[in-house]
Structure formats: structure tokens, C-alpha cells
């Protein structure tokens, strides 16, 4: 069965930390993995996108990194800011248009 | 491009009511997908449509719901009748066919409903 996990469920973190979230997936075949985040009150929006052979990718502060043969994903925050609080969506497309979605992780940034 | 544009943001109805809620793509898109999010299940695919066709509905909870997509730039989901665990932010998300390794789902605003 395609399946999408991620941890934590939510985290809490000090402004200026880092913090790490993970995604496992047993989707396949395999198009690209990406890591969506979405403000409280709107749609999620990309972040991030890899590809089978892609290891890491960052977007500024985020760095994705992606091990296929694990089927593993990390999505890395450095220097946290407050507008980083929001939900981290790990998405794993499959041929023929097919997205499979975790639950994401819930992440507050505190003063 | 404005985006994909989903109304109403905000509905609440009585139970028994019925609810439709709209969506317009991307221009150009020809998959267009209707997810449910709720804080205990997190995102779930109800239906997508590709090239204005369903072609998979398997997550549409019940025959209460349905979904149709008259034209490239157009949808309904439609709710009959309404009950309050159908409350929840419905979005609606499109793609385009381009490479199948950048293929990406934009996503609307949301609906969120509250069935009293």
C-alpha cells in the first residue's frame, strides 16, 4: 500500500533554532518527493522538489534531503523565524498523476 | 495567473442542507483534484479528474457526495444532504501534464465548512 509518514506529529522550537522533520514513504514507482508548507487558513504551496536522483535541495533557510533507497526524506529549518510556524506536508507523486500526502508535521516557533 | 480560485471560503449550513462548493484552475491545467483536510486525518484525496474526466473517485466517503467538472475551467463537489461530520476544509488542486518529474498540485484557498 502507498503510504506517506512524517514525525513528529508537531514540534515547538525557540526562534533562531534549527529543527528537522521526516518523511517515509512506500510509494512507488517514484516521480519526485515534495515538501509543501501551509499557513494556518490557506493552501499548502511547494517548498521544495526531488527527484529520484536528487540527494539535497535547499530553498534557502530549508534543506531537503532525499535517500530513495531508504525511502526516506528530511526537511531541515536553520535559524528559525516566527513565519516559519506553520504545517510541513511531505508529498510523494507516482506516475499518472497520483499524489499521496502525510499528515504533516505542526510546527510553532516561539519568541 | 491568478491562481486556482475555490468559493466559498467560508460556508455554514444546517444539516440536511445541501452544499456546493466551486473551483476554478489554473488555465492550462488539465488535472484537477478535490481534497478533505481535518486535524484527525490530515489531507485525503476525494476525487481527481483529468482532462475534465473522473478518474478516480474511490475517496469520496459517500454517495452523498459528488463531484463533477463540466468544462476545462470549472468544478462542483456538491454535499446532499449535509451532515456535521462533513465539516472540514475542502480544497481543490490542479496540475498541469508538463515533465512527470516537475509535476506539482497547486492549491486553492479552501472552503472551509461547518455543518451545525
Known amino acids: 500500500k502507498n503510504q506517506v509518514e512524517q514525525s513528529p506529529q508537531s514540534l515547538i522550537i525557540l526562534e533562531g533554532k534549527n529543527c528537522t522533520l521526516q518523511?517515509?514513504?512506500?510509494?512507488?514507482?517514484?516521480?519526485?518527493l515534495r515538501w509543501y508548507k501551509q499557513d494556518t487558513g490557506r493552501g499548502p504551496v511547494s517548498l521544495t522538489i526531488?527527484?529520484?536522483?536528487?540527494n539535497t535541495k535547499s530553498n534557502g533557510r530549508y534543506t531537503a534531503t532525499l535517500d530513495a533507497d531508504t525511502k526516506q526524506s528530511s526537511l531541515h529549518i536553520t535559524a528559525s523565524q516566527l513565519s516559519d510556524s506553520a504545517s510541513y506536508i511531505c508529498?510523494?507523486?507516482?506516475?499518472?498523476?497520483?499524489?499521496?500526502f502525510g499528515t504533516g508535521t505542526s510546527l510553532t516557533v516561539i519568541p | 495567473d491568478a491562481g486556482v480560485i475555490q468559493s466559498p471560503r467560508h460556508e455554514v449550513t444546517e444539516m440536511g442542507q445541501e452544499v456546493t462548493l466551486r473551483c476554478k484552475p489554473i488555465?492550462?491545467?488539465?488535472?484537477l483534484f478535490w481534497y478533505r483536510q481535518t486535524m484527525m486525518r490530515g489531507l485525503e484525496l476525494l476525487i481527481y479528474?483529468?482532462?475534465?474526466?473522473?478518474?478516480?473517485d474511490s475517496g469520496m466517503p459517500e454517495d452523498r457526495f459528488s463531484a463533477k467538472m463540466p468544462n476545462a475551467s470549472f468544478s462542483t463537489l456538491k454535499i446532499q444532504p449535509s451532515e456535521p461530520r462533513d465539516s472540514a476544509v475542502y480544497f481543490c488542486?490542479?496540475?498541469?501534464?508538463?515533465?512527470?518529474?516537475?509535476?506539482?498540485?497547486?492549491f486553492g484557498q479552501g472552503t472551509r465548512l461547518t455543518v451545525v
Open positions: 518523511c517515509n514513504y512506500t510509494v512507488s514507482p517514484f516521480s519526485n
Open positions: 526531488m527527484t529520484f536522483s536528487e
Open positions: 508529498v510523494v507523486s507516482a506516475p499518472g498523476n497520483q499524489f499521496y
Open positions: 488542486a490542479s496540475s498541469s501534464p508538463g515533465a512527470l518529474m516537475n509535476t506539482e498540485a497547486f
Open positions: 479528474f483529468n482532462n475534465n474526466v473522473p478518474i478516480d
Open positions: 488555465s492550462g491545467h488539465n488535472s
